[in-house]
């Protein structure tokens, strides 16, 4: 399976490098011309205003919602935000998801974190899923087909009950960064899901 | 499972997500708002920006901390601010302001001649500039969690730039060829930690993100320092101090994405108006230098 990696800013080499690792071929993707050929995309983490600035300057945005209307998208953290209706503020969305999200809704660098998710559809779901959220966001509205994944484990904070992972069919969104671990059990969920 | 906040991996990931992308020095919030118009991935929150350093001499410290909470606050993206080398109670300060990077900066007069800050004890990351492979892994070695070659800062003359990113690529592509038992003798000759040297040889890169800064002024520029191999670029008075910001920033932003294609390069260099004007890095005396500081 050919997977692109939408590389017009960010951690995509991360992506491509997992990929490769799991034997699938990883193409970079900075034009319209590079999704030909592809058969599901992963839109990297980075900063989303730079991310999608860039794919309107470039005349992006048409060519990425028609390769969503058949082929699988994976967003992580940037990415989620890209594939969603809203980020409750005005900035250029391919509006692909039901969702709304929250941007830096953890606040700022120094909030950033780690931790571990248990995630039930992962394979060896029992073991947990280590996660990095950087100046991360939150999914804050999911709609009727989309399915919650994970959720952050509550603890006294209050912005810690809220989604962190959601999928609606063909399409899937992570708040934070399976491409910043050794642990590529996300990127193979997401090539089994681009494969059904 | 507790978050764990201020971790290497989480350091070191806000640096990522900044790869591919053009951090760019503000004086104002209006210039914040421009810059991340311009689709900046983070800003230098500054009084002067170099080029004004340069020219104002004097001893230059960190910024008014008010400036910089109204440039936080007038930006969704990342705020980064400078601290003197060694001065270790402004990154204390930063730290204090909710900064997202600090840049342990050898454009400000260094405080203290012999040693840099501890970075590992904080939880906000740092950034600090290097010449070569030895000031490379020495920054990293005391927590730096992002690295920039230095260049010469505040002159538009890109020369420098390509002296530093050249010597720690270079530097990093014999390492990779040499066998380990010359490892040892070849930190010694560095003055870097040998386990960061094990770690750099091992990963054909260094452990964390590298950025090319100092004297970068046109698309051109950038994506000349992309293609020596670098992850992303700082541009200092390069942006501001042209005739046209908003147009040369946004420029600049998408030369570093399209970095290896001529004719899209050539396409995003029209027309921009003047670049700033600079001052070429061979008519200044040595000790008016800034990139020889650092230890």
């Not at chain 1, 606040?107 to 995630?119: A, C, I, K, M, W």
């Not at chain 1, 996660?131 to 509550?154: D, H």
């Not at chain 2, 290097?130 to 230095?150: F, H, P, S, V």
């Amino acid at each position: 399976m050919r997977v692109g990696v939408l590389a017009l800013q960010g951690d995509f080499r991360e992506h491509t490098e997992i990929l490769s690792g799991l034997g699938m071929e990883a193409v970079e993707v900075r034009t319209a011309k590079h999704l030909q050929g592809c058969d599901s995309l992963i839109i990297p983490g980075g900063e989303s205003t730079t991310i999608a600035k860039l794919a309107d300057a470039f005349e992006l945005m048409g060519p990425l919602r028609e390769f969503g209307d058949r082929h699988p998208i994976w967003g992580t953290c940037a990415g989620a935000i890209l594939l969603s209706q809203g980020a409750q503020r005005e900035q250029p969305l391919l509006g692909l998801m039901d969702i709304t999200v929250q941007r830096n809704a953890f606040g700022r660098q120094v909030d950033s974190f780690e931790t571990e998710l248990q995630v039930s559809e992962l394979e060896v779901p029992e073991k947990p899923f280590r996660a990095v959220f950087i100046r991360a966001p939150l999914i804050s509205r999911v709609g009727e087909n989309v399915e919650v994944i994970c959720r952050l484990p509550t603890n006294r904070e209050s912005t810690d009950d809220g989604i962190v992972a959601a999928r609606q069919g063909k399409f899937l969104a992570t708040c934070f960064h399976p491409e910043l671990t050794e642990d590529p059990r996300f990127h193979q969920y997401f090539i089994q899901m681009a494969q059904e | 499972m507790e978050k764990q906040a201020g971790t290497l991996t989480v350091k070191k990931g806000l640096a990522q997500m900044l790869k591919g992308g053009v951090i760019m020095d503000v004086v104002t919030p209006e210039h914040a708002v421009i810059a991340e118009g311009a689709g900046a991935v983070a800003v230098m929150a500054l009084e002067r920006v170099p080029a004004d350093i340069r020219k104002d001499g004097g001893v230059a410290r960190m910024s008014d901390p008010a400036l910089i909470l109204e440039i936080m606050s007038a930006v969704t993206i990342p705020v980064m601010a400078k601290c003197r080398i060694g001065h270790f109670v402004e990154a204390q300060i930063l730290e204090s302001l909710g900064v997202d990077y600090i840049d342990e900066s050898e454009v400000l007069s260094p405080a203290d001649d012999a040693h840099h800050i501890d970075k590992h004890i904080f939880e906000v990351p740092f950034v600090c500039g290097c010449r070569d492979l030895g000031e490379a892994l020495r920054r990293i070695g005391e927590g730096a969690a992002m690295i920039r070659t230095k260049g010469e800062a505040g002159t538009g003359d890109v020369i420098e730039a390509v002296r530093h990113a050249r010597s720690v690529l270079g530097e990093i592509r014999r390492l990779r060829e040499m066998p380990d038992e010359e490892l040892m003798a070849y930190a010694k000759h560095l003055g870097a930690p040998v386990d960061l040297v094990r770690e750099t040889k091992e990963l054909g890169k260094l452990p964390v993100v590298n950025f090319a800064a100092g004297g970068l002024a046109t698309p051109a520029d950038a994506a000349l320092m992309m293609q020596l191999g670098v992850d992303g670029v700082f541009v200092g008075s390069g942006i501001f101090k042209s005739g046209d910001p908003p147009l040369r920033g946004k420029a600049i932003v998408e030369a570093v994405t399209h970095y290896n294609d001529p004719e899209m390069l050539a396409e995003i260099s029209k027309g921009l108006g003047d670049p700033m004007v600079g001052i070429g890095v061979s008519s200044i005396p040595e000790e008016e230098r800034l990139a020889v500081r650092g230890w």
